[in-house]
């Protein structure tokens, strides 16, 4: 019985993968927003709901300790939350919230679920981003996307950060056994969680209408769970295995993403100390 973690696991995707492996037999672990989404997993026996918002970074870390301490041993993690916003937005926290929810928190739960999942048989992350598509360079001094803020502009930093996020994890869990795999499934008619604009939102209905059906969506990533590859780093686009390597995956980036988190990261932790 594998024990799977799956953020963003009450809608979308992220919903039919924690039915698939319910369906198996399997322990699963679902994080979420809402719960009375969260309450229909609660009936499922072996699903564990933790309500969460993950675009807080206090709370990412709450419920690594919480999933560590029940769950010493955990199979895969997959990595699925995502939010669009029109119009920029900060977390309470001061930080812009695409950034903290669909990079941060995926960050936080990669490396805080590490020794859990280092003690499994065949251990797997699939961080669903974008890897093979064209994104914009980082914006390194201004990660919060302060100025000039455009909801698609920041889903594509946030999908460079994650691909940078899978060569540092690899980096510095070689040895580990730990696949890192970065799954883009092509255009599903998900949910779409957000906050759209109105030619945003009519941009998405038509993703709705001509995107695979979430059963097709799933299948690539099913795949990588099942049978993770060898391979620390591994990319995927529609099934379609890429090299994980030149633009958009220097290491030097990487690192450079890597220093700059832990450095907003430790500024959050100092200024919660602050305030008592």
């Known amino acids: 019985m594998k024990t799977i973690v799956i953020s963003g696991g ?21 994080l979420g927003r809402d719960p009375v989404k969260g309450a229909l997993f609660a009936e499922a026996g072996r699903a564990t709901f933790i309500p969460a918002d993950l675009g807080l970074v206090a709370r990412n870390r709450e419920v690594v300790e919480l999933i560590t301490r029940r769950f010493p041993v955990v199979d895969a993690l997959v990595l699925c939350a995502r939010h669009f916003r029109s119009a920029r937005v900060e977390t309470a926290e001061g930080i812009e919230s695409t950034f903290a929810l669909e990079y941060l928190s995926r960050h936080l739960l990669s490396h805080g679920l590490a020794t859990a999942l280092g003690r499994a048989e065949r251990p797997v992350i699939v961080n669903v981003s974008g890897p093979g598509t064209a994104k914009p360079e980082i914006r390194w001094h201004d990660v919060s996307l302060s100025r000039s803020y455009q909801g698609v502009a920041a889903q594509l930093q946030a999908g460079r950060a994650n691909d940078l996020l899978g060569v540092a994890f690899a980096a510095e869990h070689a040895g580990s056994g730990i696949a890192y795999v970065l799954v883009n499934p092509g255009p599903v008619a998900t949910s779409f969680s957000g906050d ?3 030619a945003t939102a009519a941009h998405v209905e038509a993703l709705k209408r001509y995107g695979k059906p979430v059963e097709e969506g799933v299948v690539p990533i099913i795949a990588r769970i099942d049978d993770p590859p060898a391979a620390p780093l591994s990319a995927f686009v529609e099934g379609r295995r890429i090299e994980p390597a030149g633009p958009g995956f220097e290491p030097e980036a990487a690192q450079r993403l890597a220093e700059v988190t832990g450095r907003l990261l430790a500024e959050l932790q100092r200024e919660k100390r602050e305030r008592g």
Do not use: I, N, S
């Open 10 to 30: 009450t809608d979308g995707m992220g919903k039919a993968l924690a039915m698939e492996y319910l369906g198996r037999g399997d322990r699963v672990v679902v």
């Open 196 to 198: 759209y604009d109105a």
